[in-house]
């Protein structure tokens, strides 16, 4: 990947101005310019269904490695790619342009509009991050806030902030597939500890914040309608969509689930109403994690939706992982690729009664799991191989119903 990391996509175009980016397509085309709808910025896709033509001068590899970009977004958020239909007339045209990394327009900007890659980057990582454009995504290392998670002191110039469209005020993710390689002056240099790779460095594909902020950008439903939501920003329906699945302190408070800025690590654990705090287990120590760095986790719509989706706790030794909700990533080099997963357990404690903890659990490479899930429990971590884990799926017999139901209503109508 040694050259990828500069994304060439314009400041004017990640700022997603429509009207710059169709300036930009038409120039020159003074004769036979079709005039098109000006449209605001931040222009999504309907229903998150995109549509593409691949050029044809692109080799099978290339195409290999788009569908590998695709993939990522069938499998972790609502996104849909599908090829050009005569008649459709906003689509992206993926091309290969040799002198540059990448670069795409940014958001629906009305009629065609390119994805490029090119280089030594025609493979899938740039493709996910120049998709990511297309669909709204701006760059992590120019988000307003940056400079307290990345330092350019040493360089002459860095790149500008620029506001992009995502969840507001959501936590920092050096993991982000729209950061760009750091410990250089074009991706900063992290300042927190433990930080060392960011972007294509510290994530295969999506991260789990880029998902997120799609699945929020396009409204996402069915198992992509959870939203985690920043501590500094709860509203009070935000309150109502928490579900504690029956977990509760000795008191009888509710348990709600958070995940965690720390170190170069995002993590679940235990919500402090109180506090507005996260309480999280690192080893055999615990920590309350202050409201900036901390999310809260929601169902808008109820554990089972309209839709029949439904949230709820699961074994985690028979649910397959790619129903399971997760938390976050990590952007340490010893640590690559591993995502951690909210678990939920009772505890026994020293006078032999139980207690009820969320904690996390490390997944690698979407493949090889940990055998323990590590809790934070009266002011100690502790590790257990007794959890369940949070899954999504479609509950059969609310389907069935709803079939029923609707074939009863036509019945009714004749
Ligand atoms: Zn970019």
Known sequence: LGKCSSCETPDEWLAGNT??????????????????????????????????????????EDTSEILKAFDEYHKKTCIRFEPWQEGDTDFVSIEVDENVC???????IGGPQVVMFGKDCRNMKTMIHQLGHALCLGHEHQRPDRDSYLNFSSCSNNPKKIRSFRRPMGLYDYNSQMHAQCNSCKGGFPSREGVNICGPDATPGLSVLDSDNINYIYNCQGCHRHRWIPAVALLNEDFVNMHNFGYETQEGNPINTCRALYGSTILSGMYNHSQNTCYIADGDAAFEIEEKFVEVLTFPGGLLGEDCSEYKLVNRRTAPLNSLIRAGNIANDVMYDWTSYPSYSSLSVGNGERVKSIGKWWVLNERHVANTANFAVEKMGTRSSEFEVLSCSFNEMCMIKKIFDSENYVHENY
């Not at 990448?102 to 629906?108: I, L, P, Q, R, T």
């Open 102 to 108: 990448g670069f795409a327009n940014v958001c629906k």
């Open 19 to 60: 009207e710059i980016q169709v300036a930009d397509r038409d120039q020159g085309q003074t004769e036979n310019n079709i005039a098109q709808e000006v449209s605001n910025r931040w222009s999504t896709w309907p229903n998150g269904v995109v549509k593409y033509t691949i050029h044809s001068s692109l080799t099978l």
